[in-house]
């Protein structure tokens, strides 16, 4: 793998163009609202953790789609394709339309079932955005092209 501060520093790019929204709505809530309160909290929770692992998840992923195009080992990759990566990292995001399934559209925000009586909030499985991700290759014809300057024939 890349060096922990060159991914994480590519991490970071990602996470300023394709920023988590936090629903502060929780503020005006009533102490009767205390079970909705602390619903609201988990699902921010799981939000905030499901946004980082899907970043972290398609980075890695376009990471090794890239080395397994241009035939270069993931170690050996040059630092003049981490913008391209990036910019692969975010297309593929928005294109597919990933983050909308860590927020549903409906405002539900991928919740299954919700118990009020001892406050308990069931989730979606992360395996539907995992397979999503799996089934998308982030290469796109325009990025062959900046690809191709750096691509080795694999004897």
Known sequence: MLDLERYGAMLEQIKLLVPFEIDESTASLTEDDEVIAKAKEEMKRKREELYTDLLTFSLSK????????????????????????????????????????????????????????DTSVTFRSKSEIYNALQNINPISDNDINVLNNFRRIKW
Do not use: K
């Open 62 to 117: 376009t990471i090794q789609d890239v080395a397994n195009y241009t035939n270069i080992s993931i170690d050996e990759l040059p630092q003049e394709l981490d913008r391209t990566m990036v910019t692969m990292v975010i297309r593929m995001i928005d294109t597919h339309d990933l983050l909308s399934r860590v927020e549903g559209s409906d405002g539900t925000y991928n919740i299954q079932s919700l118990n009020e009586s």
